[in-house]
């Protein structure tokens, strides 16, 4: 089972490596990416590429580089740095600022990003966080991460994303871009909390006072009528 996964993983490897140069291709232009895929023993390859179009059709490997990654850790952060990060509550995703044809991939996730997804962080790390959108996925949300990213804009947003089980939640995003020394954005950090529980009662809560106010409303219009039938009773009767 385990090598099923393994091989299975190396052909997603091969898959997304196809899809970044199709998109140097389509966009005429170098592009530098990284991607993650299982080691023949334990951990993560993290091989980084540098690509430019050779011909309409052809694409040039410039350079690369392979860094093992032993299972468990981040390049992103040293270990305290993680230690901590994963006592947190709230989730703390980074991405690379790099755009590819499926946007931004993940770097590093803490504890509480694999709580609430219900995937293991070996299966996020080198993903797109895309693979958590599904249908109810709002596309006006989507489009507003898009837009802040290109303008390297900070972004809060809340949209429904999906588990790995397919249940879906609502999560609130607030998203940054982060720069190095130099001033150049290289990481995106996306700090998110599960809204769901939260909307949902405030969704009753809305319903409960709208069923308030039509009953008070009902009830004035009842005695209004009560009044009405009073008077014309008392007329008649005189």
């Not at 996964?5 to 389509?26: P, W």
């Not at 993903?127 to 804009?153: D, E, F």
Request: charged content about 25%; some cysteine; glycine content about 6%.
């Amino acid at each position: 089972r385990e090598r099923e996964d393994f091989v299975r993983e190396r052909v997603e490897f091969e898959r997304r490596c196809r899809l970044y140069g199709a998109f140097a291709l389509k966009n005429a232009r170098n592009v530098c990416f990284e991607l993650y895929r299982p080691a023949e023993g334990t951990g993560l390859d993290r091989v980084s590429f540098l690509v430019e179009p050779e011909s309409q059709t052809d694409v040039h490997v410039v350079a690369s580089a392979i860094e093992h990654l032993p299972h468990g850790a981040t390049h992103a952060f040293s270990g305290v740095s993680a230690t901590v990060l994963d006592a947190m509550a709230d989730v703390v995703v980074i991405t690379n600022t790099e755009p590819g044809p499926e946007g931004p991939v993940v770097l590093y996730c803490n504890a509480a990003y694999e709580q609430m997804t219900g995937y293991s962080r070996n299966e996020l790390i080198g993903q797109t966080p895309r693979v958590l959108q599904g249908p109810a996925t709002s596309l006006r949300a989507r489009r507003t991460i898009a837009r802040g990213m290109q303008n390297w804009q900070p972004v809060r947003v809340e949209l429904v994303n999906y588990r790995k089980d397919g249940t879906p939640f609502r999560v609130e995003l607030n998203i940054s871009p982060v720069a190095d020394e130099a001033g150049w954005f290289t990481q995106w950090v996306s700090i998110q909390r599960d809204i769901t529980l939260e909307r949902r009662r405030s969704e009753t809560q809305a319903v409960a006072n709208r069923v308030e106010v039509a009953t008070t409303v009902a009830s004035g219009i009842a005695h209004d009528l009560n009044n009405s039938l009073a008077i014309t009773a008392t007329k008649l009767e005189s």
